[in-house]
């Protein structure tokens, strides 16, 4: 019984698994579904608009975060998010085979986003709630590290494990997802026994129930007035929608252009080829260009670096009408073109971190950033919809061209936000 009631663990049992938890459910919505839906023949138009929702529950979960902190723990929302993620892959698993597959795995893919916004609000305060001051910096490299081992596990080895059990299926490609979404429920079923039983009983979490609830729910409005009164606050806004513009488009597009026939414009790679691209060859890319951009950014201050990771995010797009154009046969070449993209990406969302950070400073600043974090789903979501429309009727080439246009935005709004020169800084 006492096993049961610890007020604490030693973090090394859970915080990566915890946070290797999180993360692959949100890439499993974002980029496996897309990478599933195009194997299974459904449309560009389709699968850019309707996956593209999914980044809804993300956008509003500053919405019903309170309601995360007023009822009951953060230890029970994460396993029960946990329990309800594994139910909703299993239901996918299920209905893969079904006549109308789209409309059902849609829903448990609804399902399986809501259940991840969750499950990030209630993870995110057991981590504060569960390590003292000490472990939460020295865990923080943890953290981030085991969420970007589920982005590579996601990205890549479930796509090249898809590509295998297509191939050793006989190019039964419902069975070979359905193998695939069986395995990831089961997984998640053993995430909710381990934590259930790992996860510690901080005695600081507790429901956020006080004598008066009339007060918590003036306390979250206010919140939300005094983020929309800051100065400059419609600046702030545009840059957050605008910044990713092209990307946002782009994202959508580029699995499937890698997947597509070359009849239909695109490289003809297999399930397992793109799982390499950007599993391994694109994630380590991302991951190193993030890295230096947070360490430039640090030893010179944002300001310094900013047009150099607007242009980074935003330029290198290009590559894609460079293939698109040659639709050549060459993996080195293919890895090489992606390879540019994703360190552009990586180096300038780091601009785009920082000034979320930026704008959030002061009162409520936890708050504020997850406000933020909202508009930067949303930045993502409205585009992403209209994209696959836009490249079913221009064609790839004219799409990717489209994309590089659409990052003129991100440079004009740039020229106006206002950034203190030292921010980023590091100082003694």
Not at 120 to 128: H, S, T
Not at 367 to 377: D, K, L
Request: glycine share 8%.
């Amino acid at each position: 019984m006492t096993n049961q009631k610890k007020t604490s663990r030693n973090p090394w049992a859970w915080v990566s698994t915890l946070y290797f938890a999180e993360g692959l459910p949100y890439v499993i919505v974002m980029s496996v579904s897309v990478i599933m839906y195009k194997r299974m023949g459904v449309s560009n138009t389709d699968i850019a608009l309707y996956t593209s929702w999914l980044y809804l529950p993300y956008t509003i979960k500053p919405l019903w975060s309170p309601i995360v902190d007023l009822l009951r723990t953060k230890r029970l929302w994460i396993i029960l998010m946990q329990l309800l993620i594994g139910a909703s892959l299993a239901g996918i698993a299920l209905t893969i085979p079904a006549p109308n597959y789209f409309q059902y795995t849609m829903a448990f893919f609804w399902l399986m986003a809501f259940s991840s916004a969750t499950h990030d609000i209630a993870a995110d305060g057991f981590y504060m709630l569960g390590l003292n001051k000490r472990d939460q910096a020295f865990f923080i490299g943890i953290r981030s590290t085991f969420y970007r081992i589920a982005m590579i596990t996601g990205q890549g080895l479930l796509i090249i494990a898809a590509g295998y059990f297509e191939n050793s299926t006989g190019g039964n490609i419902q069975l070979a997802w359905t193998i695939i979404f069986s395995i990831l429920a089961a997984l998640f079923l053993l995430f909710f026994i381990y934590h259930k039983i790992i996860l510690p009983f901080p005695v600081t979490d507790k429901p956020a129930v006080t004598q008066s609830g009339s007060n918590i729910f003036s306390e979250f409005i206010k919140t939300f007035v005094l983020f929309f009164k800051k100065k400059n606050i419609l600046i702030f806004i545009s840059f957050l929608l605008i910044y990713r513009l092209g990307e946002s488009q782009l994202v959508k597009l580029a699995s499937p252009f890698l997947l597509d026939s070359k009849a239909s414009g695109g490289l003809g790679l297999t399930t397992s080829e793109v799982g390499i691209v950007y599993g391994t060859v694109g994630m380590a890319s991302l991951v190193a260009g993030g890295i230096l951009g947070g360490f430039l950014a640090s030893r010179d201050g944002l300001k310094y670096w900013l047009w150099w990771m607007v242009a980074a995010i935003n330029i290198p797009n290009s590559v894609y009408i460079i293939l698109s154009l040659t639709q050549t046969t060459s993996f080195l070449l293919i890895n090489i073109c992606v390879g540019i993209e994703q360190f552009g990406y990586g180096f300038g969302f780091t601009a785009y971190m920082l000034y979320m950070i930026y704008i959030s400073d002061g009162q409520h600043k936890t708050a504020h950033f997850a406000i933020a974090t909202a508009f930067m789903a949303l930045g993502m979501m409205i585009p992403g919809m209209a994209s696959g429309w836009i490249q079913e009727m221009i064609g790839y080439q004219y799409f990717f061209i489209w994309a590089l246009l659409a990052t003129i935005p991100a440079f004009l709004i740039t020229k106006f936000i206002p950034l203190d020169p030292e921010f980023g800084r590091k100082t003694d």
